[in-house]
Structure formats: C-alpha cells, structure tokens
C-alpha cells in the first residue's frame, strides 16, 4: 500500500514514563505504516529537558508557532520527589505552562464517548467540551492576612500619574484579604481561541460569568466576548450555531439537563472544577483530550492525562500494564486532521478519521483495557493489555482502509 504523503512537518513532543512507551508503539502500529510521516522530534522527557536547561520545551513551542500543528505527550511536571528520581540540575516548570503562555492558547478538554459507557448524568448524549481561561485571577493573585482592626484599601497608580483608590473593608477584627487582576488582552486572546474553536468544530459556545455581582470584574470578560463576538457573528450563522452567555449558577443548572454537544467557555477557577466534574462525570480520564488552541491559529494536541506513573513503575517490574491509550491515539489523529485540513490534504484527513473509527469499532466490539472494562454497559468486555489492545486497533484501521 502507498503511504500518505504529507507537505508540512508536524511538531512532535515525546514524554515520560508509561505515556513515552505508549507513544512509541502508537506510532510503530497505528501511524507508521501508513503515512510517510513529516515531523520535527522534540524529544520532552525529563531527562532531555534537564540536559538542555529546558530550552528544548521552548525550542518545540517555537516550532508549534512556525508550523502551526503540535502533537504531545504527557510529561512530568517536576516536585521534589522527582528532583531526586532524576538527579535534576533545577525543579523545571510544567512544560504544558510553558507551552501554553508560549502559544498564548486556550486549553479545550473534551472526553471521547462510547455508547456502551453511559455517563453519569443520563440525558448527556454528546460530548461537552471545557475551555478553561488559563490566566490570572485567583491563580496569580496576591493575599495578606489582616492580624487585627484596620482599613484594606485597593489602589491603582497609573503610569500616566492618575490614581485610582477604594476600601475594601475596615475590618473590626483579623481576616484575610485577597487582589487579583487579569488583562484585557488575555481576555481577549481567551475569547478569539473559543470563538475558533466553535466555528471549527461546528459546535454552540457557551460563556458564564458572575457578572451581576461582579459588575467591573466579571463584567468586562462579558463585554469583551461580545465585541470579539462580533467578528465571528456572520460565521456563526453560516454555521447554524449559536453563542451563549449566561450566569454560572444557571449555566451549570443547564448543563446538567442538556444533551450536551457545546463548548463551554469558563473563567479560570471555573473552569478547573467544572473539567473535574465532566471528565468524572463522562467516565475516565483516560478518555479525555485536550487541545490548546492560540488566538493566531495555532493547535497543540495531547492527552489530558499524566504519564500515569503507577503504570510505569509496575512495567519496570516486568508486570503487564493495561494502559489506555486512546486519549494519545487522538492526540494523533487530532493532529494529522488539523495538519490535513491546514495544507488541503484529504487522504491525511480521511486517515485521521479512520484511525479514529478503528478505535470505536475496537471498543464496539468489547476490546478494551482494564479502566473500561467495569465501566462498559450492555456488552461483555474482551478486556486486553496495551499491545494486545493497539494491535486490535490496526487490524481494524486495516480493514477501513484497505
Ligand atoms: P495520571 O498520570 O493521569 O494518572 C493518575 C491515575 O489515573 C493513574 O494511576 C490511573 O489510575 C489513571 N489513569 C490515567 N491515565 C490512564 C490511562 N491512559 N489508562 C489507564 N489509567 C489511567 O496522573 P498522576 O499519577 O497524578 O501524574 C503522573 C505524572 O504525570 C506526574 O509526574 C505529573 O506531573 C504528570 N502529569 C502530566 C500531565 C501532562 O503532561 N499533560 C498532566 C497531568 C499529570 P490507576 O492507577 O487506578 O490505574
Ligand atoms: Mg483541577
């Protein structure tokens, strides 16, 4: 069989642990044999990253922003424990932080769903996608700790001289005290990336905020996504979808009784426990994908699970390991459809979507590994290990493709 020809590189970020090997027989078994495949290797593991200062975590972010299409693997995000592990130089920064304030992007999380696994809440019948905003507000503010009475004031000194000040509160007695910020540029940036990524995935974009209590904060996240709106308004109704604003405590009151099929734009702090709940909600992390998607057009595909550590270690034993590798099948597939699409490839397209369709007549059948096995409904799971699991998968892309 002739391979798929591909015109532009895609930016390749190799990880750690059981996700690394996971990576390699994904792309022996399922990618390899079937397109001539372009890519630019950043190799991302530990131990790679501490070799190289970590310039190579910003190196493949370069590299996503000249071509435009990234697929990654989960990584490590160092602690302490680690720094011993791997006799690191320095504790390094998540490299997905890196990426992402790289990129300047916006995270969307969607979960992979399967008729046999039903989610919690009954009447979801689509996938509902989270854009988390993944800057500022409570995750980059500042706290004081008020030790008795006194006055907390907020104060804004311009650059251009003017002064803005307010009371918080006079406080009678101890308490806490807490400022945040965000900017209107990354707001905007947030509202760009969900407004592209609606029109892309041909799916409503929902928006919540509290901005009847918070009239300036919250109000202006509000204003912005409706001037940026504006740009996207006629592409929107070519389109037959719809954006939606709402207030949070009736936009989660709505999520639970909808069939779902949306994405549902979130502030920062919102978004980090709504993903939670409808990641838990949908079934297993193993699951879900996450794309990062920046304002200028550029994709990052991965897993949003870790390097799922556990795994690994018993693997190291000799143990066998049942490891799920559909979210990193998709990272893939996300990626060459995205690489398809921009350079007007069809076949890389055609593929993206088959390989995606062997993996759904896999699970159809009951083939699975073992965290869906408990999870399946109406059928009797075949359950498999990571390899026995790949390998019914490329049967199946065969066949499609043949
Ligand atoms: P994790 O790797 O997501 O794994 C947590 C647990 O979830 C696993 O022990 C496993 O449960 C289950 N699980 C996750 N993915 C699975 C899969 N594909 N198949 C089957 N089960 C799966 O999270 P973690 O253990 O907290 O973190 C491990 C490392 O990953 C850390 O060093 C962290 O820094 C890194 N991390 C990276 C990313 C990223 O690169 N995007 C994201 C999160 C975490 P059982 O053990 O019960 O089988
Ligand atoms: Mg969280």
């Known amino acids: 069989m002739k391979k798929i020809q591909m015109t532009t590189p895609l930016v390749e970020m190799d990880g750690d642990e059981m996700t690394r090997i996971l990576w390699k027989m994904i792309k022996d078994e399922l990618i390899l044999p079937f397109v001539d495949l372009k890519v630019e290797y950043y190799d991302l593991g530990l131990p790679k990253r501490d070799e190289t200062g970590d310039q190579i975590t910003i190196d493949a972010a370069q590299a996503c ?19 011993t592990e791997y006799k690191l130089h320095q504790m390094w920064k998540s490299p997905n932080g890196t990426i992402r304030s790289i990129l300047d992007g916006t995270v969307f999380r969607a979960p992979i769903t399967i008729p046999t696994i039903h989610p919690v809440v009954k009447n979801w019948e689509k996938p509902i996608t989270i854009a988390r905003h993944a800057y500022g507000d409570v995750y980059k503010s500042v706290e004081l700790r008020a030790e008795g009475p006194g ?22 007695g101890p308490g806490v005290i807490q400022g945040m910020h965000n900017t209107d540029a990354s707001i905007r940036s947030f509202a760009h990336a969900c407004f592209k990524y609606a029109t892309d995935t041909k799916q ?5 905020t509290k901005d009847t209590i918070s009239k300036t ?21 070519e389109l037959g979808i719809t954006y939606f604003y709402t207030l949070i405590d009736d936009a989660v ?15 920062n702090y919102d978004g980090d426990v709504m993903s939670d709940m409808v990641s838990t909600a949908f079934g297993s992390l193993a699951m879900m994908t996450s794309v990062l998607v920046s304002p200028d057009g550029n994709y990052e595909y991965e897993a949003a699970h870790g390097t799922v550590t556990r795994h690994y270690y018993k693997y190291l034993q000799g143990e066998e390991t049942s490891t799920n590798p559909m979210a990193t099948i998709f990272a893939w597939s996300g990626a060459l459809r995205q690489r398809g ?49 790949i390998a019914a998968i490329r049967e199946r892309l065969e066949k499609r493709l043949a």
């Open 151 to 172: 006055t907390a004031k907020l104060v804004f000194d311009g650059a251009d001289g003017s002064h803005q000040e307010t009371v918080i509160q006079t406080f009678k």
């Open 217 to 237: 904060y919250d109000a202006r996240f509000r204003e912005i996504f409706d001037e940026v709106f504006q740009e996207y308004k006629a592409r929107f109704e």
């Open 341 to 389: 699409v921009k350079d007007g490839l069809q076949e890389l397209v055609r593929f993206a979507d088959e390989l995606e369709g062997a993996c759904f007549d896999t699970l159809g059948e009951g083939i699975a590994t073992k965290d869906l096995v408990g999870l399946m409904e109406g059928i009797t799971p075949k359950p498999a290990n990571s390899a026995q699991f």
């Open 65 to 83: 922003k000249k071509y435009g299409v990234g697929v990654k693997c989960a990584t490590i995000t160092p602690n302490a424990q680690r720094m």
């Open 253 to 267: 009151a709505r999520v639970i009784r909808s069939k779902g099929g949306f994405i549902w734009a979130c502030k």
């Open 204 to 208: 409503d974009l929902w928006f919540s």
